[in-house]
């Protein structure tokens, strides 16, 4: 019979376009336009999803641009502090890694949700305790000075590697 086959054949294809087999009547017009109002709206949705995705990807690359930028020359002052502080302290190396006993800076894994996607973010942490304030008395007896100064200048560039790791994830 006629109602068996378009209740089987869920899509009917007709002149190349998908089609719904509906029958003519007021009910099923109706029970339609309830169905494209829902596809309008649905629609809307997933382009207004799709643009502010598309804001938050065209802001990350441009931070990116200005992190990297920043990283660059963070990471060449750190190296240049180092050799300054080589040069008035000597090999200190075995002096920080003796000085040191935990980790002053910690990174945390936070997500971020835009439009109802989740994005992942990393925040460093910085620890203050009686452990990161020895680490200060590094290098007291000569070149104390240089030896705080390369210490800050190397965590700035961990911060800005941190929130470049955390923009290149999202």
Same mark, same amino acid.
């Given at each position: 019979?006629?109602?068996?086959?378009?209740?089987?054949?869920?899509?009917?294809?007709?002149?190349g376009?998908?089609?719904?087999?509906v029958?003519p009547?007021r009910? !099923?017009? %109706?029970?339609? &336009?309830?169905? /494209?109002v829902g596809?309008?709206?649905?629609?809307?949705l +997933?382009?207004k999803?799709? =643009?502010?995705?598309?804001v938050?990807?065209?802001g990350?690359?441009?931070?990116?641009?200005?992190?990297?930028?920043s990283?660059?020359k963070e990471?060449?002052?750190?190296?240049?502090?180092?050799?300054?502080?080589?040069?008035?302290?000597g090999e200190i190396s075995?002096?920080?890694?003796?000085?040191? !006993?935990s %980790?002053?800076? &910690?990174?945390r /894994?936070?997500?971020?949700?835009?439009?109802?996607?989740? +994005?992942?973010?990393?925040? =460093?942490?910085?620890?203050t305790?009686?452990?990161?304030?020895q680490?200060?008395?590094?290098?007291?007896?000569?070149?104390g000075?240089?030896?705080?100064n390369?210490r800050l200048?190397?965590?700035?560039?961990?911060?800005?590697?941190?929130?470049?790791?955390?923009l290149?994830?999202?």
């Amino acid at each position: 019979s006629v109602k068996e086959r378009r209740a089987s054949a869920s899509w009917n294809k007709m002149s190349g376009q998908a089609r719904l087999p509906v029958l003519p009547s007021r009910m !099923t017009l %109706a029970a339609m &336009k309830i169905r /494209l109002v829902g596809a309008k709206k649905g629609f809307s949705l +997933l382009k207004k999803k799709s =643009d502010a995705l598309t804001v938050r990807f065209r802001g990350i690359l441009k931070q990116i641009r200005d992190t990297k930028e920043s990283m660059g020359k963070e990471m060449k002052d750190a190296a240049f502090r180092l050799t300054e502080t080589k040069y008035a302290a000597g090999e200190i190396s075995y002096m920080v890694t003796e000085s040191v !006993t935990s %980790a002053t800076v &910690k990174v945390r /894994l936070r997500t971020d949700n835009v439009a109802g996607v989740y +994005l992942p973010q990393f925040r =460093d942490t910085i620890d203050t305790s009686a452990a990161a304030v020895q680490s200060d008395l590094t290098g007291l007896s000569k070149g104390g000075e240089q030896v705080r100064n390369t210490r800050l200048a190397f965590t700035k560039a961990l911060k800005l590697l941190v929130e470049l790791a955390s923009l290149q994830t999202s």
